[in-house]
């Protein structure tokens, strides 16, 4: 049997594998189709373990809105990975990806700022983390704050940690493209130069803020994709407030208050991704940046 530390270690190298294929498919190396038919043949293989959610997902062109349509079209669950397809999903998936045009051509949107906000606690860091593990060519923005650093966190790479002085002198110099007040106590807020940088020069951004910030962020460039990362209940993310041990009992029961307010605010968004699984997650995140 393997030890917590052997079994870690796999599945960290499962999960690049998997990033490596899907990788392969975005960039054109490898058409869906023969990806699929490694799955299909090859019962172990790495193509085999993909959800069907991530292989869609990879597919130049195929984002989260598509999905969910393709796979009620296809009569497959989301649930379900490439290798385990029945015989009439197979042949149905294989009719599809040999209808669609070759991937030659069709390239990752360029310029694109998603921005990823939610309810605390829903998981808003663990899914960018996830992110980066997998995808380490997508760059994101770095917010300002004026907290204290966490346990683990580091300025410049986390957040730029800022005093209360700094922080009124970029506001006051129209240095952020937006700002506020979160838990009613300190101060987030996103430098503007860097977003400007990134889409003058054709790079896609992701931005991780609040409820707050997205929209002073959706007024100022109405172009930007507003995601709304939701948990799979009310209940669970009571649970992963309460068992990450960062707040007092005053402290959970505030921020849940202001989690109520901010579930009404789902219908402003663009996307709403439901975070029950971080992989999946992330990639329907990823996927926003394509195009669509």
């Given at each position: 049997?393997?030890?917590?530390?052997?079994?870690?270690?796999?599945?960290?190298?499962?999960?690049?594998?998997?990033?490596?294929?899907?990788?392969?498919?975005?960039?054109?190396?490898?058409?869906?189709?023969?990806?699929?038919?490694?799955?299909?043949?090859?019962?172990?293989?790495?193509?085999?373990?993909?959800?069907?959610?991530?292989?869609?997902?990879?597919?130049?062109?195929?984002?989260?809105?598509?999905?969910?349509?393709?796979?009620?079209?296809?009569?497959?669950?989301?649930?379900?990975?490439?290798?385990?397809?029945?015989?009439?999903?197979?042949?149905?998936?294989?009719?599809?990806?040999?209808?669609?045009?070759?991937?030659?051509?069709?390239?990752?949107?360029?310029?694109?700022?998603?921005?990823?906000?939610?309810?605390?606690?829903?998981?808003?860091?663990?899914?960018?983390?996830?992110?980066?593990?997998?995808?380490?060519?997508?760059?994101?923005?770095?917010?300002?704050?004026?907290?204290?650093?966490?346990?683990?966190?580091?300025?410049?790479?986390?957040?730029?940690?800022?005093?209360?002085?700094?922080?009124?002198?970029?506001?006051?110099?129209?240095?952020?493209?937006?700002?506020?007040?979160?838990?009613?106590?300190?101060?987030?807020g996103t430098p503007r130069e860097p977003i400007d940088d990134a889409i003058r020069?054709?790079?896609?951004?992701?931005?991780?803020?609040?409820?707050?910030?997205?929209?002073?962020?959706?007024?100022?460039?109405?172009?930007?994709?507003?995601?709304?990362?939701?948990?799979?209940?009310?209940?669970?993310?009571?649970?992963?407030?309460?068992?990450?041990?960062?707040?007092?009992?005053?402290?959970?029961?505030?921020?849940?208050?202001?989690?109520?307010?901010?579930?009404?605010?789902?219908?402003?968004?663009?996307?709403?991704?439901?975070?029950?699984?971080?992989?999946?997650?992330?990639?329907?995140?990823?996927?926003?940046?394509?195009?669509?």
């Amino acid at each position: 049997m393997l030890d917590p530390h052997e079994a870690s270690t796999i599945a960290i190298e499962r999960r690049r594998a998997r990033a490596a294929v899907k990788r392969s498919i975005a960039t054109g190396d490898r058409e869906p189709l023969a990806v699929a038919r490694v799955a299909w043949d090859i019962e172990n293989s790495v193509e085999a373990s993909l959800r069907i959610t991530e292989f869609l997902g990879a597919i130049p062109g195929i984002g989260a809105i598509k999905i969910p349509r393709i796979l009620a079209t296809l009569d497959i669950s989301e649930r379900k990975r490439l290798g385990a397809l029945g015989r009439h999903q197979i042949e149905a998936l294989g009719a599809w990806l040999r209808a669609r045009p070759s991937s030659a051509g069709l390239d990752i949107a360029q310029g694109k700022l998603v921005v990823v906000a939610g309810p605390t606690a829903v998981g808003k860091g663990t899914v960018l983390a996830r992110i980066r593990e997998l995808h380490p060519e997508v760059k994101f923005s770095v917010s300002a704050t004026t907290r204290s650093p966490r346990p683990g966190e580091v300025d410049g790479v986390h957040y730029f940690f800022v005093s209360d002085a700094r922080f009124d002198e970029l506001v006051a110099t129209n240095q952020m493209l937006e700002w506020a007040v979160v838990h009613g106590h300190n101060r987030y807020g996103t430098p503007r130069e860097p977003i400007d940088d990134a889409i003058r020069r054709g790079d896609s951004i992701i931005l991780e803020i609040d409820i707050q910030g997205a929209r002073q962020v959706k007024a100022a460039m109405p172009e930007a994709i507003l995601v709304f990362l939701l948990p799979p209940s009310w209940e669970e993310l009571v649970r992963r407030l309460e068992t990450r041990g960062t707040e007092g009992p005053e402290e959970q029961a505030r921020r849940l208050t202001t989690a109520k307010v901010e579930f009404d605010a789902q219908h402003e968004f663009d996307v709403a991704i439901v975070n029950d699984n971080v992989d999946v997650a992330a990639e329907a995140v990823v996927q926003l940046m394509s195009i669509d």
